[in-house]
């Protein structure tokens, strides 16, 4: 199995998706995807396989999270196998990092796949979307999943503020967007102490309650994915510079924004020499647990 060199990785993004499987079975509805196309303005982009992800990000000598969302029960629409995600990031180990996806709405069978996935697979890491999965994150069906990724001592992470998936269809495609505020994975913070939390992208219209949430819990981080960093707004990009510059992490939500892209919009940005290294490798690496000699 390949081993991942931490030290000569130039940065981590900790939020790319697995849209496709082996066998050609896309994780959202046509519906659904075409609606994040419209949205992203990524129309006809290509579906990376897992290999194809590793291969991207190993010309770019940068290491990356890969996960799916499980979204069966809102959505009908089958998931693509954690296995498979686990299996093929196994496969390329020096650059891929295995997250999985559990509806919450399996409730305690979700929570023994999800021991199973992280005791047996490998996975370090899950994935949430509650608007998709049609559920708040403090709804009590979750908990019983949360304490069990609790106890495993991985993170997880949570979609937050407006998604581009179910834009401009009739309904928002049956999402609401009250699920994804981040004063509800709060809550989560709370009831679960020692789980760690990242709050993904920047969460408009909720960007002040990201921030008021990731000051206030230690074990609550950040990811900058699913936006162009021109594009950030003025206090994220503040609190990253100071109060959040240990929590704030990488991410770009390849494949319909590019790391290429995000990074050079980065590179723009009035981002303090020495906290730089910390948003694109140095939080991610300590939170995810990786070592520098591995």
């Not at 994220?236 to 939500?253: E, Q």
């Amino acid at each position: 199995m390949p081993v991942m060199d931490v030290a000569g990785l130039v940065a981590i993004d900790v939020h790319t998706h697995a849209e496709i499987s082996k066998d050609g079975h896309r994780s959202l509805s046509p519906e659904l995807f075409g609606a994040s196309e419209d949205y992203f303005k990524a129309h006809g982009h290509r579906q990376p396989t897992i290999d194809e992800t590793a291969a991207y990000y190993r010309e770019r000598n940068m290491a990356a999270v890969v996960f799916t969302v499980d979204a069966e029960h809102a959505t009908g629409h089958p998931r693509i196998s954690n296995e498979e995600v686990a299996e093929g990031c196994a496969q390329h180990a020096d650059v891929l990092i295995p997250f999985a996806s559990v509806d919450p709405w399996k409730g305690r069978a979700g929570a023994r796949e999800a021991r199973r996935l992280v005791e047996e697979h490998g996975v370090r890491g899950f994935k949430f979307h509650p608007g998709i999965q049609a559920i708040a994150p403090n709804d009590p069906v979750a908990y019983p999943l949360y304490e069990v990724i609790e106890e495993l001592g991985v993170p997880a992470l949570f979609h937050t503020g407006q998604t581009g998936i179910g834009a401009g269809v009739p309904g928002g495609g049956g999402i609401r967007l009250r699920y994804s505020n981040p004063l509800l994975v709060d809550d989560v913070a709370v009831d679960f102490p020692e789980l760690r939390i990242i709050l993904a992208h920047p969460s408009f219209p909720w960007q002040d309650e990201a921030l008021a949430v990731a000051t206030h819990k230690p074990y609550v981080y950040i990811d900058l994915s699913g936006w162009s960093p021109k594009y950030f707004p003025p206090q994220l990009v503040r609190y990253a510079n100071s109060l959040l510059k240990d929590k704030v992490l990488f991410g770009s939500d390849y494949p319909v924004i590019t790391p290429d892209r995000w990074l050079s919009d980065f590179d723009k940005l009035d981002i303090k020499p020495e906290v730089r290294p910390k948003i694109l490798k140095d939080n991610a690496a300590r939170l995810l647990g990786l070592k520098e000699n591995a």
